[in-house]
C-alpha cells in the first residue's frame, strides 16, 4: 500500500466495518530481535452507546510463546486489515494510456498491547467462539456443555489476550475513484463477471464507493467514423459515419469525417439478433453440471454423483444438472437411478430440450409431485419455474454476463422468452444500465390479461433507451422430440395409445382465442410448434385470427404446409443447431419423414421469412453456430444430413439480421458487427468449422461500443 494520501479511508465507522467483515489479519512487531508477525482474528471491543468517530479498540489472544517473540505490551506493534482486493486490467480502461493496477480495501491500525487478566482472557476467547460459531445453524459454544467448558478453562493457559487501542491510523479504500463512468461501470461488470480476475465482494466495495453506480449511457454523441471498412462482396473500403445511433453515410474509404474514428479492419455487416432464447436459464447454464455427453441414465448418474462431492455441504437446495437426451437410450431415466449416487441430496436433471426434468425421490418430495422420476411438459415447466426462481442480484448479474457475451459474438438483439414476468426484470435491468443488446421481451398466456390490462403492445419501449420492448406473445402448443411429445400426423414407432402422435398441449380452438386476444391488444405472436400436426394447428390459428406473428421452431412440416408460411405472412423462426443435435434423434422417430425435417430451403424457395435463432440454452447463443448449420447441415466431422435443405450463407446472414439483408445502409440503426473472415470464403468449408469459429473483431450497438475483440 503506497504511503499517500491519495484514496485515504478516514471513517471510523467503515474502518471498523473493515474489521467486523475481515476479523483475520496479520500482526507485526518490530522487536529487538528484528520483525515478528502472526496471524490471529482480532474483534472490535464495542461500547454500547459509542458513535462511529469513537476510538478504534480491538481485542484477541495469541497462543503462548508468541507474547514474548512480539514483546507485547513493551512497544507499539501494527495490525494489518485486508480486505476485498483484486487485479484490475490495463485493457479495462479503454484505449487510454494506461498500466494495470490493483483495487483494495486496507488498513493499518496502530498501538501498544495491553496484556488482559486471566478472567479477561477467557472472556475474549468466548467472544471470539460466539462472534463466527452464532452463523452456524447449530453453534457449538464454547460454554456450550459442560466438557467443552472445562476443557476451554485447562487450554486458555496457555494464550494470553490483549486489547489494543488504535492510536494511529493508515487507511485505504482505492476503488477506482479517478476513473470516468464508462472505466468504473467496465470494472465493475469485469469484476461481478466469470473471467479470471473475477472479485464479486470487490465490485461490493466498489459500489459502497459509488453510491449511485454510474449509468452508462447508450446514447453517443457527436458523429463516429467506422473508418475503412469492408461491405461483404465489395473490394474497395468504405468509411461509415454514425451519429445519435444511425448510420448517416457510408461514403468512398478516406472522404469520411467523425468526431472520433476507428479503425477497421474485417468485413463489416448489420448486427446478428438470436430470435428465439432464454436468457436466465442461458445464464444459469453455465453454472450447473452439463451431462449432455452421457449416453446412459448411468453414464449421466456417475457424472452427478462425482460432482455432489464438490458440492458445499452448507448448499441446501437441490443439485441441477443439464442437458440429458433420453431418446436413444435403452434404460429410462428413473429416480432410483440418481438415488444411489444422490441419497437425500434432492437432484435435478433438465432435459437438453428443456421439455422433461429427471427427479431423485428426494427432488419429488421436494417439489410435492408423484411418480418414476421423470415429468414432461407443464409438470417439467413447473419445476423450472422454481429452479429459474434465483434473487434478483444474482440473475440480473448472471444475464448481464450472458449478454456481454453475446456481443463478444456479434449479437445486437435477443428476443427473450423466459416464463417469467420479463417485463419486470427488464425494467429493472435497464435502470441500472442498458443491455450489450437489444432485448424483445415475450408474454407468456399466464400474463396475457396482465400485458393487456397494462397497455403493452408489440414493439413499445419499456426502458429510457428504446433498448428494451415488448416482444411476442409467446403460446406452446406442443412438445418436442427428444421427449417424443412433439404433435405429429404419424405416431412415433414404439409408442401406442393416446400419447403415440405427441401431445397438443393447447387446443385449436383455444389456441385461436388466445390469438385472437393477443391480436385485439395489439400483441404479435410466436406460437411454439415442433411436429407436423402442430405446425398445421399453428398456421390454422393465424389464419382464424389475422394474428401476425412466427411459428417458433417448425421442425417437421407437411409438404402442404411450406408454402402458408408466406401466404400468410407467418415467419418461420427456426434453430439450425437442432437439426445438428436431432438428427439421429430424428432418423429413429420421423423416419421416412427427415426429408421435410428443418426444411429451411423448401422454405427459402417458398418465399417464406425465415429468422435463425438458438433456444439457448437448448445450443448454444451464437449466430455464428446457427448460421454454420443452416449452411452446411455438418457437424463434428460428420457427413451433411439432408444437404438439399442449405441454405446460402448470404441467406442464412439476412435471416439473423433484423434489416433482412449482409450489407448495412445510410438510415439503418448503427447496430454493427465486424467480422476478421469473409462469410462467404469461410462458408466454402464444408464441415462448417470456419463458420462456427468466426472471429468478431467489433459489435456496435446504437452507435455504441459493446464489443472490442
Known amino acids: 500500500m503506497r504511503e499517500n494520501p491519495s484514496f485515504a479511508l478516514t471513517d471510523r465507522s467503515e474502518i471498523a466495518r473493515l474489521v467486523r467483515e475481515h476479523p483475520w489479519a496479520t500482526m507485526v512487531s518490530h522487536t529487538d530481535d528484528g520483525l515478528v508477525v502472526s496471524h490471529y482474528p482480532f474483534l472490535l471491543e464495542e461500547t454500547p452507546g459509542a458513535g462511529p468517530g469513537d476510538d478504534l479498540v480491538l481485542v484477541t489472544h495469541v497462543g503462548r510463546p508468541d507474547e514474548r517473540l512480539h514483546e507485547l505490551g513493551e512497544h507499539e506493534i501494527v495490525v494489518i486489515v485486508q480486505g476485498p482486493h483484486g487485479y484490475i486490467s490495463s485493457g479495462w480502461y479503454g484505449d487510454t494510456p494506461s498500466v494495470p493496477t490493483w483495487n483494495h480495501v486496507t488498513a493499518h491500525l496502530y ?38 467448558s472445562e476443557y476451554a478453562d485447562r ?25 470516468p463512468d464508462e472505466v468504473v461501470r467496465t470494472v465493475l461488470a469485469e469484476l461481478e463477471g466469470d473471467g479470471p480476475y473475477a472479485q464479486p465482494a470487490l465490485a461490493a466495495e466498489m459500489r459502497r464507493a459509488h453510491p449511485a453506480p454510474p449509468r452508462r449511457g447508450s446514447r453517443v454523441t457527436g458523429t463516429t467514423l467506422l473508418r475503412g471498412a469492408r461491405l461483404l462482396g465489395a473490394e474497395a473500403p468504405v468509411d461509415v459515419e454514425v451519429s445519435a445511433g444511425v448510420i448517416t453515410r457510408i461514403v468512398a474509404a478516406g472522404d469520411g469525417h467523425g468526431d472520433e474514428a476507428l479503425e477497421v479492419d474485417g468485413v463489416l455487416l448489420p448486427g446478428l439478433w438470436d430470435n428465439h432464447v432464454h436468457l436466465g436459464q442461458w445464464a444459469a447454464y453455465s453454472r450447473r453440471l452439463d451431462v449432455s455427453a452421457a449416453e446412459s441414465p448411468f453414464a449421466a448418474a456417475t457424472a452427478i454423483g462425482e460432482g455432489l462431492r464438490s458440492r458445499p455441504v452448507d448448499d441446501e437446495g437441490p443439485f441441477v444438472a443439464v442437458g440429458f437426451r433420453d431418446a436413444l437410450w435403452t434404460d429410462a431415466p428413473v ?30 418430495r421436494r417439489f410435492g409431485v408423484e411418480g418414476d422420476g421423470l415429468l414432461r411438459e407443464e409438470d417439467a415447466f413447473a419445476v423450472h419455474r422454481t429452479l429459474d426462481d434465483l434473487d434478483d442480484v444474482t440473475l440480473d448479474r448472471w444475464v448481464a454476463q450472458a449478454g456481454r457475451r453475446a456481443a463478444a459474438r456479434g449479437v445486437v438483439g435477443v428476443v427473450d422468452l423466459e416464463m417469467t414476468w420479463g ?5 429493472r435491468r435497464a435502470a441500472e444500465a442498458p443491455p450489450a443488446h437489444r432485448v424483445e421481451v415475450g408474454i407468456y398466456p399466464q400474463h396475457l390479461d396482465r400485458a393487456i390490462a397494462e397497455g403493452l403492445r408489440t414493439g413499445d419501449a419499456l426502458d429510457e433507451d428504446g433498448l428494451v420492448t415488448v416482444g411476442p406473445f409467446k403460446v406452446i402448443t406442443d412438445g418436442s422430440l427428444n421427449t417424443r411429445t412433439a404433435h405429429c400426423v404419424d405416431p412415433y414407432p414404439g409408442l401406442h395409445g393416446a400419447g403415440a402422435r405427441g401431445m397438443q398441449t393447447v387446443p385449436p380452438d383455444e389456441l385461436v382465442d388466445l390469438l385472437t386476444r393477443a391480436r385485439a391488444g395489439g400483441l404479435r405472436a410466436a406460437v411454439h410448434a415442433i411436429g407436423d400436426r402442430a405446425g398445421t394447428i399453428a398456421l390454422d390459428a393465424f389464419e382464424a385470427s389475422g394474428c401476425a406473428g412466427s411459428v417458433e421452431h417448425a421442425q417437421l412440416l407437411t409438404a402442404s404446409d411450406v408454402p402458408r408460411f408466406a401466404a400468410l405472412g407467418v415467419t418461420a423462426s427456426v434453430q439450425p443447431e437442432h437439426a445438428m443435435d436431432d438428427r439421429d434423434v430424428a432418423d429413429r422417430y420421423w423416419s421416412g419423414r427427415t426429408e421435410r425435417s ?10 417464406a421469412r425465415l429468422a435463425l435463432g438458438s433456444d439457448a440454452p437448448v445450443a448454444p447463443l451464437d449466430p455464428w453456430i446457427a448460421i454454420a448449420a443452416a449452411v452446411t447441415r455438418a457437424r463434428d466431422g460428420r457427413t451433411p444430413w439432408h444437404p438439399e435443405q442449405a441454405i446460402d450463407v448470404d441467406t442464412a446472414l439476412a435471416a439473423s439480421t433484423r434489416v433482412g439483408r449482409v450489407r448495412p445502409q445510410a438510415g439503418d440503426p448503427a447496430d454493427l458487427v465486424v467480422v476478421a473472415d469473409d462469410p462467404r470464403a469461410a462458408a466454402t468449408d464444408a464441415t462448417g468449422d470456419r463458420l462456427r469459429a468466426m472471429p468478431v473483431t467489433l459489435t456496435m450497438l446504437a452507435g455504441r461500443l459493446t464489443h472490442r475483440g
Open 598 to 607: 428443418f426444411p429451411l430451403a423448401s422454405l427459402v424457395r417458398s418465399g
Open 111 to 148: 498501538g501498544t498491547p495491553e496484556i488482559l487478566s486471566a478472567a479477561e482472557n477467557l472472556e475474549v476467547l468466548e467472544r471470539l467462539v460466539e462472534h463466527f460459531e452464532r452463523k452456524q445453524a447449530s453453534p457449538r459454544l464454547m460454554r456450550g456443555t459442560l466438557a467443552d
Open 335 to 364: 429416480a432410483a437411478i440418481l438415488d444411489a449416487v444422490a441419497g437425500d441430496v434432492p437432484v435435478v436433471v433438465v432435459s437438453a430440450d428443456l421439455h422433461a426434468v429427471w427427479l431423485s425421490t428426494a427432488a419429488l
Open 155 to 179: 487450554i486458555s493457559a496457555g494464550t494470553v489476550g490483549f486489547r489494543l487501542r488504535v492510536t494511529r491510523v493508515v487507511a485505504k479504500a482505492k476503488l477506482s475513484q479517478n476513473k
Open 423 to 427: 417485463p419486470g426484470h427488464w425494467r
